[in-house]
């Protein structure tokens, strides 16, 4: 009785779920790579599916949870093409989610399936940047698009890009004129929030 309590004081203190979804797609993932590896600028897929725990008040797929489940997206895509293993546990380097843009174009309905569709599409000297395409099933129609940010603390992505075995060669992809002008509003915001305040 006093482990049904604990486990169930888990679920409501912690989000536990979203942990032991982690550390089992960390190991399916770590499997599945020993098979094969993808190259850095592959498509990841992850697939999943809308349930009660996931709505909101309109019945639609909660905004926060397409965020959510991008985490898994971006989880499988760092194992995938093995940047996560070169910042690996015991090293000081880390990525980290720096900034997001989301556009949300079609709501997603309980019991409709999906699939995230992550990609790195331009790094510079501080961080990678992810889209994220989240498709419902199966027409393939697009409801959200994403865009991370993913800071690199404690190197540079060239030098996590460099360690690749195989991709010490590979470059960028140009900046497409989408990221430019999302990158220049983060820049405006920026600026923005820097300036001295105020007040009345």
């Not at 912690?14 to 499997?31: E, G, H, N, P, T």
């Not at 199966?138 to 890009?161: H, M, N, R, T, Y």
């Amino acid at each position: 009785m006093d482990m049904v309590v604990c486990f169930l004081l888990l679920f409501v203190i912690f989000d536990a779920s979203y942990y032991l979804r982690q550390i089992c797609l960390v190991i399916m993932s770590v499997i599945r790579r020993r098979s094969s590896t993808k190259h850095l600028l592959e498509s990841s897929v992850i697939e999943g599916i809308v349930l009660m725990n996931d709505l909101d008040l309109q019945f639609h797929m909660n905004n926060a949870r397409y965020l959510r489940e991008c985490d898994f997206g971006r989880t499988k895509l760092w194992i995938e093409n093995r940047i996560i293993g070169k910042i690996g546990i015991g090293r000081m380097v880390r990525l980290t989610n720096a900034a997001a843009s989301v556009r949300y174009r079609k709501s997603l309905q309980l019991f409709n399936r999906y699939k995230i569709v992550s990609k790195v599409i331009f790094w510079d000297e501080k961080a990678f940047y992810v889209e994220q395409q989240i498709l419902r099933q199966p027409d393939d129609f697009v409801c959200a698009v994403i865009i991370c940010k993913q800071s690199v603390i404690g190197c540079s992505p060239d030098s996590l890009v460099q360690k690749l075995s195989g991709h010490s060669t590979i470059s960028s992809p140009p900046k497409t004129r989408e990221l430019q002008s999302l990158l220049e509003s983060w820049q405006h915001s920026s600026d923005r929030l820097n300036r001295p305040r105020v007040y009345d």
